[in-house]
Nanobody, 120 residues
Framework: QVQLVESGGGLVQPGGSLRLSCAASGTIFSINTMGWYRQAPGKQRELVTTITSGGRTNYADSVKGRFAISRDNAENTVYLQMNSLKPEDTAVYYC??????????????WGQGTPVTVSS
């Protein structure tokens, strides 16, 4: 089994910054793509950004130039640096990870989510 634990959410004023972390632990041979998603109240979960094991990134248009994803492969951890935050960034942020075991099979795991509120 694999567990993902997010941290770093909270309340921030518009224009402020937050850094989210997500650490994976458990039976892990390798982690392929890791990503961040978010779900605002009354809305569907949406992609924020992803990063491959090789460092290739992908961002939603709404966060390009403001958010930056990075990962520490040795620590099985992914980060999300969020700058110039806007009220519309308010949501619960979830990380996920596509994990391979030694047998070669893959499974997608999700964290429990960390809330981010952008408000004055």
């Amino acid at each position: 089994q694999v567990q993902l634990v997010e941290s770093g959410g909270g309340l921030v004023q518009p224009g402020g910054s937050l850094r989210l972390s997500c650490a994976a632990s458990g039976t892990i041979f390798s982690i392929n793509t890791m990503g961040w998603y978010r779900q605002a109240p009354g809305k569907q979960r949406e992609l924020v950004t992803t990063i491959t094991s090789g460092g290739r990134t992908n961002y939603a248009d709404s966060v390009k130039g403001r958010f930056a994803i990075s990962r520490d492969n040795a620590e099985n951890t992914v980060y999300l640096q969020m700058n110039s935050l806007k009220p519309e960034d308010t949501a619960v942020y979830y990380c996920n990870a596509l994990v391979s075991n030694r047998g070669g099979s893959q499974a997608l795991y999700w964290g429990q989510g960390t809330p981010v509120t952008v408000s004055s």
